[in-house]
């Protein structure tokens, strides 16, 4: 995202349109960084979709 910004805010952009299309609540990866920005684009729209890292999900259970 920090080297090709153009390309990174078109992608998280449609991740975001398809997250609201499922209606999920949470994602989860092992990626922080996507994660940061996934989760970074949801709080600037308002969006009430929670980030997990897959380590975080797993400690839950």
């Known amino acids: 995202s920090v080297r090709y910004p153009e390309i990174s805010?078109?992608?998280v952009?449609?991740?975001?349109?398809y997250l609201q299309e499922t209606g999920a609540d949470?994602?989860?990866s092992t990626d922080t960084g996507?994660?940061?920005?996934?989760g970074g684009a949801c709080h600037r729209r308002d969006l009430p979709i929670r980030?997990?890292?897959l380590a975080e999900l797993l400690e839950c259970r």
Do not use: E, Q, S, T
């Open 26 to 28: 949470a994602v989860v």
């Open 9 to 11: 805010g078109a992608m």
């Open 13 to 17: 952009g449609d991740k975001l349109r």
């Open 34 to 38: 996507c994660l940061m920005n996934i």
């Open 51 to 53: 980030m997990l890292h």
